[in-house]
């Protein structure tokens, strides 16, 4: 497609929910990149302005849209601010996958979604790959964090200190599970997701372990597929349907309480997304999605909300100093705050201290990081002061994209703090 | 269009990053809160000093330039909406330095950029009190509250905006720098021009420094719910309460249309079949506080108040303010666009006014939610609606007019605190005179002779 109209109808189709928007303005309070940048342009407010005059045939360059409009975290914190109820996040990812119909993957997001992210076999090869010749292009940064850095200057990397590839992914451990409920007499579908599975199979063991340690039968059916939220966020739908539809295959075998994760992100995709984003020429597949969804919880709600563990109340250890870090994903998505932090405190050892701001967001906004590393970086140092201010050894986050980004502002400083998963805090404990 | 030297121009000043020339950018400062048409600024400039802001101001005026200042754009009444002749639009907020919070002599210099809710957060921790509270406090500048002359909730004890300035320090279009008023409690030196900046809504001056008076925070408060089933005796009470010498701090009011929305959309377990409520809090010194509750209850409960629930602690209280708060989110969830009006009048008037908005809502077929400060006799009317659907918003456009008429003969104005902008210049010179427009033209005429501030607001054009 290239024609401008056909852009236009397209989004004169979202034209009631940009409507709702009264410009009051409310979200320049919220937003982390408007907090950086000062830019309306930048402002859910003002992203909202420019669809709709680009609907309207008020304005007409494209690409000036698509780059302010992709200068987004989706943290949603904006949405969950708006006094008139704004469905920012709907808009917006309405809004890439029209213009991105309009102008076409880029070469690179073809190879990366079409041509390895619905394959997750092909994903896993390549990522096994990854792990074994890494060593030839980076170097471990720090012990504390398990960080690494590039060996060579790459400008791509930016700097960057990311964990490496995990050598050995989950899926190599655990291809699959099928245990029976035991005696907390509930069974549930486990989804790792990719972060888990690749860089951070750690995390993945220690929900295993908790669930096991609970009583709580496990269904971790093989070849899981992305969530999808990175081929959503870049407009491709096409790819987000694919993936939708193996994992609804992987899944829709199984029978199961709840479907956990440890991931912020692909809760809240799982969650909010699937049924949304389905696509509609299916009605069963949207049914099957919204099933699936109603189904999904965050392995932190699990734990305390289901399952009702919780910690000693008056009981606060003082061997270790945890701070939580509160992933957009889990907080702007669902309000949940409390749920990590109590997790966390299971483990006897651990004394909560609470940073500043604590619930902004890290910065990393998935892809947002690759795009735009110096606004991402900005937000990541300021997270990182609020950590290291707070005199915590670990900090202890529900999502393996905070615990990414984290991990490489703290890399960067020098800093002796450890990045966790709450669950893992309280697998340690377990012994 | 501006010629490409020009923008060099404005570059070379603010530096190349704070120039946004690009079509996208330039739209996202075609349009502020009011429910206007946008209009499309030639070029946005980013001023980071004071110093620049100046230079940018001559630039203008030397080119001819028409330039309308913006904080964070949530102005009710197109006062930010720039001029459609090669508009620049001036943006204030990387002026966002709190300069001095002086504790002995009670008062604070700022730029104008600062964001209100930031300011009074600052205050606060230093033990001093800033009441103005706009509704937009979290992102709101001081530079628009003096604009605009903001008021909010606390109006009825502690005033509005104007009350809290000490002194404005401004750039005319030549570049030159205009100091006025001061640090002291006493000031009589010169006109007093930081008076006739307030309000002025960037029409006489461009703004760089701001002082404004602090005050001892209340020791304490007591916030309080009440129902009736009946408008006037809701009014009768504010009345009373008044005519009794007691001043509460806040004294709102929510109509059935209101409390039924709030309570669909935040289930906060307010009474639904109450025709209204009042919503009051008292403040000051702890006894003063307790004697004053009281009274305020027997008052409201002779004028006819079918329940008083006074919150106890503060969990209580926020609910009571809660209830207020999403009453404009409540509303707006209705329908696409919400149009919320202003019109105040006399708080003696404040029943007739509410009954005849209920009429225009009947009588042009529209919804209607009627909120607002009843100690300041300041409705707001909001009217939800779609400003897509060309029929409705006709109808829309009537009712305003006639909600303004109404208002003018009931002895009041046309706002009280959202300003006149773009939307309401048409009104002015019914509500004050031919002679008052005229006076105020050969005032701006004087002090901006290319006419380049601001623009058409306030007293429309020539």
Redesign the interface.
């Known amino acids: 497609m290239a024609d401008l109209r056909d852009l236009q109808r397209l989004l004169l189709d979202i034209?009631?929910q940009l409507?709702?928007c009264?410009?009051?303005?409310?979200c320049?309070?919220v937003c982390p990149i408007y907090a950086e940048t000062?830019?309306?342009?930048l402002v859910a407010?003002?992203k909202i302005?420019?669809l709709e005059?680009l609907g309207h045939d008020?304005?007409?360059?494209v690409e000036?849209?698509k780059?302010?409009l992709e200068t987004c975290l989706l943290c949603g914190a904006c949405a969950a601010n708006c006094?008139?109820?704004v469905k920012v996040l709907d808009i917006f990812i309405k809004a890439r996958a029209a213009i991105n119909t309009f102008k076409g993957l880029s070469p690179i997001q073809k190879l990366i979604f079409r041509g390895m992210l619905v394959h997750p076999d092909r994903f896993n090869a390549l990522a096994s790959l990854g792990a074994r010749f890494q060593d030839l292009f980076v170097k471990p940064a720090s012990g504390v964090l398990g960080s690494s850095c590039s060996r060579i200057s790459l400008e791509a990397l930016g700097g960057r200190h990311f964990p490496a590839l995990a050598k050995r992914p989950l899926h190599a451990d655990v291809p699959r599970l099928d245990t029976p409920a035991g005696a907390a007499g509930l069974r549930v579908a486990f989804f790792p997701g990719c972060l888990v599975d690749k860089l951070f199979p750690r995390v993945g063991h220690a929900v295993i372990k908790v669930l096991r340690h609970h009583g709580v039968g496990v269904f971790l059916p093989d070849h899981q597929a992305c969530c999808g939220i990175p081929a959503l966020s870049s407009g491709d739908l096409k790819s987000f349907n694919d993936l939708l539809d193996q994992n609804l295959a992987r899944f829709g075998r199984g029978e199961f309480d709840y479907l956990v994760t440890p991931c912020a992100t692909c809760t809240a995709t799982i969650k909010k997304f699937w049924p949304v984003f389905a696509d509609s020429a299916d009605a069963g597949r949207r049914a099957a999605a919204a099933e699936i969804a109603a189904k999904t919880l965050d392995i932190n709600v699990f734990l305390t909300d289901i399952l009702n563990v919780r910690p000693q109340e008056g009981l606060s250890g003082e061997r270790r100093k945890v701070t939580v870090h509160d992933p957009c994903h889990l907080k702007r998505s669902f309000g949940i705050a409390a749920q990590p932090r109590r997790v966390a405190r299971l483990n006897p050892e651990v004394q909560l201290v609470e940073m500043t701001d604590a619930d902004v967001c890290c910065g990393c906004g998935g892809s947002f990081t690759l795009l735009h590393y110096d606004i991402a970086a900005k937000l990541g140092r300021h997270k990182r002061d609020h950590i290291v201010a707070t005199g915590a050894d670990t900090v202890a986050t529900g999502c393996p994209a905070c615990m990414l980004q984290i991990t490489d502002m703290l890399s960067r400083s020098g800093d002796r703090v450890a990045v966790r998963h709450p669950v893992e805090i309280y697998a340690e404990a377990l012994g | 269009m501006l010629k490409p030297a020009l923008i060099e121009e404005f570059r070379k000043i603010a530096g190349a990053s704070n120039v946004m020339d690009s079509e996208a950018d330039r739209h996202c400062y075609a349009y502020d809160a009011a429910v206007l048409q946008p209009v499309v600024p030639a070029l946005v400039v980013r001023p980071e000093t004071t110093e620049v802001l100046g230079r940018v101001a001559r630039l203008c005026g030397d080119n001819g330039l028409p330039l309308t200042v913006r904080g964070s754009g949530t102005n009710l009444s197109g006062g930010t909406i720039p001029d459609p002749r090669d508009g620049i639009v001036v943006l204030t907020n990387a002026l966002n330095r709190i300069i001095e919070i002086n504790e002995a002599d009670m008062y604070a210099v700022v730029e104008p950029g600062v964001v209100t809710a930031r300011f009074a957060a600052e205050v606060e921790r230093r033990g001093l009190f800033y009441p103005p509270d706009p509704a937009s406090l979290s992102v709101s500048t001081l530079g628009g509250n003096v604009a605009e002359n903001a008021g909010g909730l606390r109006g009825l004890k502690y005033g509005v905006t104007k009350n809290y300035v000490m002194g404005v320090n401004f750039f005319d279009t030549t570049g030159e720098k205009i100091v006025s008023g001061g640090r002291t409690v006493k000031c009589v030196t010169g006109l007093n021009l930081s008076a006739l900046m307030v309000g002025s809504e960037g029409t006489l001056g461009v703004f760089s420094e701001i002082i404004l008076k602090l005050v001892p925070p209340p020791a304490a408060n007591q916030a309080m719910m009440v129902l009736f089933d009946d408008t006037a005796k809701a009014s009768r009470a504010v009345a009373d309460i008044i005519a009794n010498r007691i001043v509460p701090c806040t004294l709102e009011f929510l109509d059935n249309f209101t409390i039924r929305t709030v309570e669909d959309y935040a289930k906060a377990g307010l009474p639904v079949d109450a025709r209204a409520l009042l919503l009051i809090e008292v403040d000051g010194h702890p006894a003063q506080v307790a004697d004053e509750a009281v009274q305020v209850e027997t008052i409201c409960k002779k004028s006819g108040a079918t329940g008083v629930k006074l919150a106890r602690g503060v969990e209580e209280r926020d609910k009571v303010w809660a209830a207020r708060r999403a009453a404009l989110s409540a509303l707006a969830r209705l329908r696409p666009t919400t149009v919320l009006e202003d019109a105040t009048v006399p708080r003696s008037r404040f029943p007739a006014m509410i009954r005849a908005v209920e009429d225009i809502a009947a009588k042009y077929d529209l919804l209607i939610g009627s909120f607002g400060h009843a100690g300041d006799g300041n409705l707001h009317p909001t009217i939800l609606t779609d400003r897509r659907d060309e029929k409705e918003y006709a109808r829309v456009e009537a009712a305003v007019d006639e909600i303004f008429e109404v208002a003018l003969s009931l002895g009041g104005t046309l706002s009280g605190e959202h300003g006149i902008g773009l939307a309401k210049s048409k009104w002015m010179e019914k509500e004050t005179s031919r002679g008052t427009i005229l006076y105020s033209r050969r005032l701006k005429k004087a002090l901006d002779p290319k006419n380049i501030l601001n623009p058409g607001k306030i007293i429309g054009r020539e």
């Open positions: 034209d009631d409507a709702a009264m410009r009051c303005g409310m320049q309070a000062g830019r309306e342009p407010r003002g302005a420019l005059h008020l304005l007409r360059d000036g849209v780059d302010r006094p008139s109820g």
